[in-house]
């Protein structure tokens, strides 16, 4: 069964450091997505992208967030001066349609020091 | 502003046991209702997908409910087992939008 997959599982840095969170979506889907969860919190929602730009993002997705899809394939998160508070597990998420079923990968725990 | 509370926080239950979980939403305008299951630590995977005019919708041993006039969602959970272990949130989809409202969700935990 197809699934989305991301890179790396755990990640730690600096803070003031720049980093990207990768993933590849699942390969007929369209829509794409970023969320994130601080430990012991809900899940919310950062940014969705569709047809190469950003649909829709929250107020957490300030301008030291950014996202691309470099390629076919797939499509990152880059955070440009990590915080503290930045630490959290980042999932990413896809989906054929806008209101069909988003799947989301295992997750990438970013940590910062 | 759009909101989702879960009721309860958390439940511990026998296994082979039922049970039902609530959710309460104000998202407006209303598309659909997801409940997700997250066991600690992965990322969260679709039970079930509700639209408005659905009252009920089973998955296996879950089955969740809509009223979409009261605003009002629940997942049953019936003969539980100890995977069951895991948070189950509710998440409501606002129409013409695709960002995705997640619930606290309600830690429910399973002993033999």
């Known amino acids: 069964e197809p699934e989305v997959t991301q890179t790396p599982s755990h990640q730690v840095t600096q803070m003031g450091q720049e980093v990207i969170l990768r993933c590849v979506p699942i390969s007929n889907h369209l829509y794409f997505y970023w969320y994130r969860q601080i430990l012991g919190q809900k899940v919310e929602f950062l940014v969705s992208f569709y047809n190469n730009e950003i649909s829709e993002k929250s107020e957490i997705f300030d301008d030291q967030f950014s996202v691309e899809r470099p390629d076919g394939s797939n499509f990152t998160l880059k955070i440009r001066s990590t915080k503290l508070e930045d630490s959290a597990m980042y999932f990413c998420?896809?989906?054929?349609?806008?209101?069909?079923?988003?799947?989301f990968g295992p997750g990438t725990r970013l940590t910062v020091t | 502003k759009n909101q989702v509370e879960q009721s309860p926080q958390s439940l511990i239950i026998l296994e082979g046991k039922n049970c039902t979980l609530q959710?309460?939403?104000?998202?407006?305008?209303?598309?659909?209702l997801r409940w997700y299951k997250q066991d600690t630590g992965r990322g969260p995977v679709s039970l079930t997908i509700m639209t408005f005019s659905e009252n009920t919708k089973s998955n296996g041993r879950y089955t969740a409910t809509l009223d979409a006039d009261t605003k009002q969602s629940s997942l049953h959970i019936t003969a539980s087992q100890l995977s069951d272990s895991a948070s189950y949130i509710c998440?409501?989809?606002?129409?013409?939008?695709?960002?995705?409202?997640f619930g606290g969700g309600t830690r429910l935990m399973v002993k033999p």
């Open positions: 998420a896809s989906s054929e349609d806008r209101v069909y079923e988003q799947y």
């Open positions: 959710c309460n939403y104000t998202v407006s305008p209303f598309s659909n």
């Open positions: 998440v409501p989809l606002v129409n013409a939008g695709n960002m995705l409202t």
